[in-house]
């Protein structure tokens, strides 16, 4: 390689060390995960994940970001014109929990984060906590003006539908054993997303529908 040209970096390669980078940490913590072990399972070395991401702390946040920018993408894909907020709080509701069920290490990654009340945390408030609220709350005020929904409290319903779904897959590993089941198995699961689209059905709709 000429003197002063500067290596090209492979998306590829990024990738992988993302991949393993979100393993270590939501097992062991930004504080526990060694960057040697996150560089060895991604086929890399140390001076290359520092190449690609500077240090610990930013592959940290690098991690984050790409999971959140996955949950903003997925969970609020566009609505169709003329899309009844029924429709659009069902589909907000199946793709939230497809995101969460084929991406495990996101509570846990979370989960910790919100253990940590260092400042480092308030991005994630920022940037993507808070729009989450409050694109779910306008939803659902939009759904109580039209007449499809009872006339609840957003601010509130926010958190039931959000609680409901985040805490199963939170739980998961404790759940399992106190049902005696894996609670992450696809029938499981599907059985738990009918469940819950039943229950906002019924408790969120002022006409409940027959779910499919």
């Not at 086929?43 to 991690?63: E, I, P, S, T, W």
């Not at 694109?135 to 109580?144: H, N, T």
């Not at 897959?169 to 699961?189: D, K, T, Y």
């Amino acid at each position: 390689m000429r003197a002063g040209r500067r290596k090209v970096k492979n998306p590829q390669t990024a990738r992988r060390i993302l991949a393993a980078a979100e393993e270590h940490f939501a097992a062991q913590g930004m504080a526990g995960a060694r960057t040697e072990e996150i560089a060895t399972a991604a086929h890399a070395n140390k001076a290359m994940l520092y190449y690609y991401f500077g240090d610990k702390q930013r592959l940290h946040r690098a991690v984050m970001e790409n999971l959140l920018r996955q949950l903003r993408n997925a969970a609020f894909a566009p609505a169709a014109a003329k899309t009844s907020s029924r429709d659009r709080l069902i589909g907000w509701v199946n793709r939230y929990f497809d995101f969460l069920a084929t991406h495990p290490n996101y509570p846990r990654l979370v989960q910790r984060e919100v253990m940590d009340t260092a400042p480092k945390f308030e991005w994630i408030v920022r940037e993507y906590f808070r729009p989450f609220h409050r694109r779910l709350r306008s939803l659902i005020e939009q759904g109580v003006a039209s007449g499809e929904f009872r006339k609840v409290d957003a601010h509130q319903t926010v958190f039931t539908v959000l609680g409901m779904t985040v805490f199963y897959f939170a739980s998961a590993p404790v759940m399992s054993r106190v049902s005696g089941r894996n609670v992450l198995s696809p029938q499981a699961l599907k059985e738990r997303k009918y469940a819950l689209l039943d229950f906002l059905d019924h408790g969120l709709m002022r006409t409940p529908t027959r779910l499919r």
